[in-house]
């Protein structure tokens, strides 16, 4: 019903910088809370940062002082700004969207995930 597409990763060598950026799209009536989460290799899926739909932030610790999330409410896109990118963080970055979506039936609640983009830090 309602769809998340990430673009923006790829290769950076540390020290560098990667724009993330997700799109919803779908017949949306509330877009609430929007964030980003990474998995690496062998590992869990974690959080890397939430914001709400009134722009108030949550980070991880590891990427605090270093990654931004925003949005732009009337594109229905978050975008994740990673500064002084670490080898630690490479992964597999996924968006997540939480709200409200108007079907046949009415009006329902969705949670929503993208499908990743890669993101490797190496020199």
């Known amino acids: 019903q309602v769809q998340l597409v990430e673009s923006g990763g790829g290769l950076v060598q540390p020290g560098g910088s990667l724009r993330l950026s997700c799109a919803a799209s779908?017949?949306?009536?509330?877009?609430?809370?929007m964030g980003w989460y990474r998995q690496a290799p062998g590992k869990e899926r974690v959080l890397v940062a939430t914001?709400?739909?009134?722009?108030?932030?949550n980070y991880a610790d590891s990427v605090k002082g270093r990654f931004t999330i925003s949005r732009d409410n009337a594109k229905n896109t978050v975008y994740l700004q990673m500064n002084i990118l670490k080898p630690e963080d490479t992964a597999v970055y996924y968006c997540?969207?939480?709200?409200?979506?108007?079907?046949?039936?009415?009006?329902?609640?969705?949670?929503?995930w993208g499908q990743g983009t890669q993101v490797t830090v190496s020199s």
């Open positions: 779908g017949v949306i009536f509330r877009l609430n809370a």
């Open positions: 997540t969207a939480h709200g409200v979506v108007v079907t046949i039936a009415g009006l329902a609640d969705f949670d929503s």
């Open positions: 914001i709400t739909s009134g722009g108030s932030t």
